[in-house]
């Protein structure tokens, strides 16, 4: 079992940052990928950014050149930095990590309103 918990979110106004941590512990040695997701009241969650175990990285398009998905060499961080922030990014952000048998983990979330 893996448990992940975030921090770094908050209030910010429209064009600036926020950089989003996800402590990691657990089972890290099982974790295939690692996400940030997004849910915005009456929407959806969605995907954010996904960083595979191989390196690579994928962004929802709404986000590419704007958000940056990270992690430290022992797996017990993630990051997301997120620049240039909009109106419609406000949400609540979820780290999840899916293991190599395909077993997802969530944490609590954490709140990030961009607002003037």
């Known amino acids: 079992q893996v448990q992940l918990v975030e921090s770094g979110g908050g209030l910010v106004q429209p064009g600036g940052s926020l950089r989003l941590s996800c402590a990691v512990s657990g089972s890290i040695f099982t974790i295939d990928t690692m996400a940030w997701y997004r849910q915005a009241p009456g929407k959806e969650r969605e995907m954010v950014a996904r960083?595979?175990?191989?390196?690579?990285?994928n962004y929802t398009d709404s986000v590419k050149g704007r958000f940056t998905i990270t992690k430290d060499a022992a797996n017990r961080a993630m990051y997301l930095q997120m620049d240039s922030l909009k109106r419609e990014d406000t949400a609540v952000y979820f780290c999840?990590?899916?293991?190599?048998?395909?077993?997802?983990?969530w944490g609590q979330g954490t709140q990030v309103t961009v607002s003037s």
């Open positions: 999840n990590t899916v293991s190599f048998r395909g077993i997802s983990n």
């Open positions: 960083l595979f175990h191989g390196g690579s990285t």
